[in-house]
C-alpha cells in the first residue's frame, strides 16, 4: 500500500500522521529535532508546545472551546490528549505540557503504522503523497524548496499583522463607509478624528507598553521595515501616521460637511463583511495595551477584536493562491499542508488542519475522493476562509465566529447568537460525519 509522509512533528504533524494511520494506511512522520535543533523549541518531543500551555477557552459557545468539542467527536488525538492531561485553567484547556508532549510521542512512536523519523528534511519529495506540516519555524532550506516549489512571493519574515474587529461592534454613529476619491464601492470603514482626539491617540500609542521579543525574533526585526508597527511610526514624529496610513484627503461622509484631521481605515477581510482589518495597524504592543489605545479610535469604543495584532517571526504561504479546501496544493494534489503553515493560528487550529489534511492524504491513498468539512463548523469555515480571502491582503487567522456564515435574521444578543452558531455547527457536523466512510481505527 502507498504510504504517506508526513513532514513535521507538530501539532498538525502528529494529528495528521495519527489520522492517516486510523485509516489503516501506513505512514512515515519526519521530524528534524533533536539532531537539527529549532530556535524556540527545548525538547525532541512531539507536538512540544513552545508558547502557553493553554488550548483557550472550554465552553462550546466559544470559538476555541467549540473547534475543541469538533475534533473530539472527531476523533483528535491532540485534543483527547489534552483532556486527559488537563490542569487546573479556570475555563481554558491548559495541559501539563512535558507530559503531554511526551505521552503523545510515545503513542505514535507505539503504533505498528506509524514509522518516526528523526531527520531533516530539506526538500519536498518529488513522488508520493506528502503532508508539510513544518509551523513558523520552517527550516532555511525547505522554505527555499517550498518558495520554488509554489512559484509564488513566499512569506517568511519578521511578521507584524494588524489586529481584526468584528463589524457589529463598530459604532457606525460616527464611523462611515467610503472608499478614497470614491473609488470602489465603500470597500472600507473609515473612523474620522479630530485634532484634540488625534493627539490624544498618538500621545498614548507612543506612550504604550510593547511585547517583548525572543533573542532570534529581535534578530529578525531588522528585515522588516517595509512593515513598520504602528507605534514605531508614531515616535517618528507627531504627522507621521497623518501622512501614511492615517491620510484624510480623498475621504467624506455624506452625513455631514467636514473636514477631517486624521482617518483610520478597516479593510473588508472576508467576504461576507464581518471582519475588518486595521489598515496599517500592524503592532507589537501587548494585547491589553491594544484594546486601551485603539478603543480611542472614535467609532472604534466598544470593538470586539477576534486577533489582536502580533509581531514575530512567522512561516506560511499564501493560502488563497495554492490551496483548495481540502488542504491540497492545486499545483499538485498528492501535496497537502497544515498548521500555521497554512496560516491558521492558535494550537487547536493547527490540530484541525492536522485532521483534516491528514484524513485526505489517506482518502488518497486508498483511492477515495478528498473531503470538505460544511462551512457552517468551526473547521470549514477556517479552512474556507484561509483558501478564498484575498490574497494580496492575507493575513494568518484564529478559528473566531466572524469567520463562520451569518443566519438570515440578525441576533443581536452575542451569547446567544455564539449559543445558535454552536448548535448549528455540532448538527452540521453530525449529518457530515454519517455520510463520511469511517476510517478503520488500528
Known sequence: MTKVRVIGGGLAGTEAAWQVAQWGVPVELYEMRPTCQSPAHH??????????NSFGAKATDRAAGLLHEELRRLGSIVIG????????????????RSVFSSDLTATLDR???????????????????????????????LADDLQRFTGTQYMSFFDAASPIVVGDSINFDVAFRASRYD??????????MNREQYL????????????????????????????????????????TMRYGPLKPVGL?????????????????????????????????????????????????????????????????????????RTLQFRKRSTVLAAGQLTGTEGYAAASAGGWLAGTNAARIALGLDPVALPETTMMGALFEFITSASPKHFQPMPPNFGILPPFPQKIRNKRERYGKYRDRSLEDLASWQDILQHPIAV
Not at 183 to 192: I, L, M, R, S
Open 200 to 239: 490624544h491617540f498618538w500621545q498614548e500609542l507612543c506612550q504604550a507598553e510593547q511585547a517583548d521579543l525572543k533573542d532570534f525574533e529581535r534578530e529578525s526585526a531588522k528585515f522588516f521595515e517595509g512593515c513598520l508597527p504602528v507605534e514605531e511610526m508614531a515616535k517618528r514624529g507627531e504627522d
Open 111 to 141: 503504533h505498528p503504522l506509524i514509522e518516526l523519523r528523526r531527520e531533516e528534511i530539506r526538500e519536498i519529495p518529488h513522488d508520493g503523497i506528502v503532508v508539510l506540516t513544518t509551523g513558523p519555524l520552517t527550516s532555511e532550506a
Open 252 to 324: 467624506r461622509d455624506l452625513r455631514r460637511d467636514e473636514k477631517f484631521y486624521a482617518v483610520v481605515q478597516l479593510r473588508r477581510e472576508d467576504k461576507a463583511g464581518q471582519l475588518w482589518n486595521m489598515v496599517g495597524f500592524q503592532t507589537n504592543l501587548r494585547w491589553g495595551e491594544q484594546k486601551r489605545v485603539f478603543r480611542l479610535i472614535p467609532g472604534l469604543e466598544n470593538a470586539e477584536f477576534v486577533r489582536m495584532g502580533v509581531m514575530h517571526r512567522n512561516t506560511f504561504i499564501n493560502a488563497p493562491e495554492l490551496l483548495d
Open 81 to 96: 490528549k489534552a483532556d486527559e492531561h488537563d490542569v487546573p485553567a479556570g475555563g481554558a484547556l491548559a495541559v501539563d
Open 183 to 192: 473609488k470602489g464601492e465603500a470597500d472600507y470603514v473609515n473612523c474620522p
Open 43 to 52: 525538547t525532541g518531543d512531539l507536538a512540544e508546545l513552545v508558547c502557553s
